[in-house]
Every structure is written in structure tokens, then in C-alpha cells.
């Protein structure tokens, strides 16, 4: 069966310090990826997604960036934390295969910037 | 273009009484549809979808929801509420092959003991 990961699970940074978050998928080959924030009070906010190594899709352009060095990793990373970019951080993947739209959750970075 | 819109941000009910969260969608294209549950500090978790086979959709621990077509509607039911279900809800729409869910902004389940 399939599983993913993410560390660390919570995060207390100060302002303007780097930031990288990790994910890993174990039981698939070739997954979708996904990073989401979601905010106090908000639903989820796509950030990131990729279709294979060294493929990154941003879907919202701000301070932090993606990364895929191997097919069931995938990081999110920032060089200078800004206030706002406290949340919850979720990682997620999809087969790529036909049919394979179902997107499964991993369970999350609490990441609080000071 | 794709929205779902959930009508109620918080639904308190009774233990052992029925659970009714309300999800409305938009889709351009015939719409896969999804129910997940987040408790606190957790991840989400699939409960149930609907890829366009049967209207009624079965998931885990009881829940249940039905896509209306007519209605553009996928609420999502449980005859007895437990109070392990208390948690928070989504409603998710997307297209078959579209990489990007579109996410409802939550419902609230408190459940009174």
C-alpha cells in the first residue's frame, strides 16, 4: 500500500530565516505532487505540483519554491520566511495513470513564523 | 471553470442523530466530486467520491452522498452521528485529467453529546 510522509511536523522559525519542508511517497512510482498551505480559518491554497522529476508547476507566485530530486520526493523550500508564511502545509500525490484523480494527503507541517 | 460552494461553515447535531453537510458545485465538464475530513492538526482524508457511475456513493464510517446532477448538488449524510466524527469537512470538485481540486472552505461538525 501506498504511504506518504512529511517532516517536520511542526516548525517555529523567525522571520527571514529558510525554510525546507519534505515529502515522500513509499508504495507508487511515478506519482503526482502537491504542495498546498492552508491558512487559519481558509480552505486549502494550491502552491506547487509536479508530474515528474524536475518538473514544478507554481500556482501562486510568492517567496517560496519547489523541488523534485527524485521521483517520491518533493520539498518546499524558502530562502527568507516572511510572517504570512505561517500555516499548515500539506503534501499530497496522485497516480498518474488514467483514471487516477484521486489525490491522497499526508499528514502535514505546522509552521510557525515569528 | 470549476466552484463548490458548502452552505453551512458550522453544523452542530446530537450523538445518534443524522449528519446533513451541504456542498453545491460548478463544473464545466462532467465533474469528479470528493468529501474529505480533516480533524485538528491532521491531514485530510478521502471519505468518499463520485467519478460518474452510481449517484449514491458510499465511504467510510457510514457516510454517505449522493450526486444530484439536477441539483448540482453533492451533500453528504450519516444516519447517526458518533462523536468521533467531529472534524472538518470538504467538499472538492474537479475535471477528469485537470491537475487542480477546487476546495470548499470547510464545514465544521460538532457533535453534542
Known amino acids: 500500500s501506498q504511504t506518504i510522509h512529511q517532516w517536520p511536523a511542526t516548525l517555529v522559525q523567525p522571520v527571514g530565516s529558510p525554510l525546507s519542508l519534505e515529502c515522500t511517497v513509499e508504495g507508487t512510482s511515478n506519482p503526482n505532487l502537491y504542495w498546498y498551505r492552508q491558512a487559519a480559518g481558509r480552505g486549502l491554497q494550491l502552491l506547487f505540483y509536479s508530474v515528474g522529476i524536475g518538473q514544478i508547476s507554481s500556482e501562486v507566485p510568492q517567496n517560496l519554491s519547489a523541488s523534485r530530486p527524485q521521483d517520491r520526493q518533493f520539498i518546499l523550500s524558502s530562502k527568507k520566511l516572511l510572517l504570512s508564511d505561517s500555516g499548515f502545509y500539506l503534501c499530497?500525490?496522485?497516480?498518474?495513470?488514467?483514471?487516477?484523480?484521486?489525490?491522497?494527503f499526508g499528514p502535514g507541517t505546522r509552521l510557525t513564523v515569528l | 471553470a470549476q466552484s463548490v460552494t458548502q452552505l453551512d461553515s458550522h453544523v452542530s447535531v446530537s450523538e445518534g442523530t443524522p449528519v446533513l453537510l451541504r456542498c453545491n458545485y460548478s463544473?464545466?465538464?462532467?465533474?469528479?466530486l470528493f468529501w474529505y475530513v480533516q480533524h485538528p492538526n491532521k491531514g485530510l482524508q478521502l471519505l468518499l467520491k463520485?467519478?460518474?457511475?452510481?449517484?449514491l456513493v458510499k465511504g467510510i464510517n457510514g457516510f454517505e452522498a449522493e450526486f444530484k446532477k439536477s441539483e448540482t448538488s453533492f451533500h453528504l449524510t450519516k444516519p447517526s452521528a458518533h462523536m468521533s466524527d467531529a472534524a472538518e469537512y470538504f467538499c472538492v470538485v474537479t475535471n477528469f485529467g485537470n491537475e487542480k481540486l477546487t476546495f470548499g472552505t470547510g464545514t465544521r461538525l460538532t457533535i453534542i453529546p
Open positions: 499530497a500525490w496522485r497516480g498518474a495513470r488514467r483514471g487516477g484523480d484521486t489525490q491522497y
Open positions: 463520485y467519478t460518474s457511475a452510481a449517484t
Open positions: 463544473s464545466s465538464y462532467s465533474p469528479s
